[in-house]
């Protein structure tokens, strides 16, 4: 392991050596003035090996005609147009609301810029049933750039002290243990959220991932499944190390409210990536031609993130004329 990246497992363990499948896995798909790439992401959701139960795509509010391509082109998607932008945030937690309402056992999520190739889910359920410990709770695909290469922007966060036997569990579905992940393209069980919450809408954009795949984590077991691929195409082959200019805002606030209102991490890890955000924000400010941007950002997002906390994702997206379904926990054996 190098940094935060994960390395991937020796073996030749493939998703064909188990067969059994979850009864219903269903997609949610957050779309945002991108119609083009989104048709692509649509294109390799509704064409994978394994097949989707649903897909849900959660427009926020496109102006490029976004809603009308997919009704056009996709009209087995239930398409949700939301009437105010929520950012990544309020679609995701629109997404998952939607999908465990439409009774899923586990939820994909990806941006509208995630291409997957065409056994990418099958790959995820295939480790998910596979795994003879702790049922999964998070399975994060391996995501690459257009030209192939490990896309920084997207590398899961290794599990600081997993154990030998979790280690060997993860190894003999070809996976590895995880910490947090991304949401592009992760598998995440509707159980688990119903126990521990929809991501905080109120985050608009970065760190919503981080915060709720850690607060999924903190007792759950996530695995980084390299077998399973998707291309995120980026405009750029870059992390978020790149100057972010005026919305490092929203890195600083939500960094804020994750390290003091969050119960996704243990004090120890606070102070473990509360160091390693000190760190980057060095390098961020050190590369930036934009300072001042990048201190105005720093100042006005330490001072929201400690002057109040995220509110409650009903709040949010009802306040954005966008109501999501309520989470209720499951009344049901998990699958």
Not at 71 to 93: E, Q, Y
Not at 142 to 158: A, C, F, L, Q
Not at 162 to 177: F, L, T, Y
Not at 237 to 261: A, C, H, L, M, Q
């Amino acid at each position: 392991m190098v940094g935060n990246t994960v390395a991937e497992p020796d073996g030749a363990w493939c998703a064909s050596d188990t067969l059994a499948y979850v009864l219903n896995v269903q997609a949610a798909v957050v779309a945002y003035n991108r119609k083009e790439l989104l048709c692509e992401a649509l294109e390799g959701v509704t064409t994978q090996t394994r097949r989707l139960d649903a897909v849900h795509v959660v427009d926020n509010a496109s102006t490029d005609g976004t809603s009308e391509m997919v009704a056009a082109r996709f009209p087995s998607v239930s398409l949700h147009t939301l009437p105010t932008n929520t950012g990544g945030a309020g679609g995701f937690a629109a997404g998952l609301a939607l999908a465990l309402d439409a009774g899923a056992d586990l939820v994909w999520l990806m941006d509208d810029d995630t291409v997957p190739t065409a056994n990418a889910l099958e790959e995820l359920v295939a480790a998910y049933e596979g795994y003879r410990g702790q049922r999964p709770v998070a399975m994060a695909s391996k995501v690459v750039w257009t030209d192939g290469r490990d896309h920084p922007m997207n590398t899961p966060r290794s599990r600081p002290g997993a154990s030998r036997a979790e280690r060997k569990d993860a190894m003999i579905v070809g996976c590895v243990p995880v910490r947090s992940a991304s949401f592009v393209s992760l598998l995440v069980s509707a159980d688990a959220v119903r126990s521990v919450g929809l991501p905080e809408a109120d985050f608009f954009l970065w760190n919503d991932d981080f915060e709720f795949s850690t607060r999924l984590l903190r007792n759950g077991v996530g695995l980084y499944c390299p077998a399973s691929v998707v291309e995120h195409r980026t405009k750029t082959f870059g992390s978020t190390v790149v100057d972010p200019g005026e919305r490092f805002y929203y890195e600083v606030r939500n960094k804020i409210w994750t390290f003091t209102r969050s119960t996704g991490l243990a004090p120890k890890e606070k102070a473990l990536y509360g160091g390693s955000t000190l760190r980057r924000w060095a390098r961020t400010f050190s590369a930036s031609e934009n300072r001042g941007v990048l201190l105005s950002g720093l100042g006005r997002g330490l001072i929201d993130g400690v002057r109040r906390g995220p509110r409650d994702v009903h709040e949010v997206m009802d306040s954005a004329g966008a109501p999501i379904p309520t989470v209720e926990p499951s009344r049901r054996a998990p699958p």
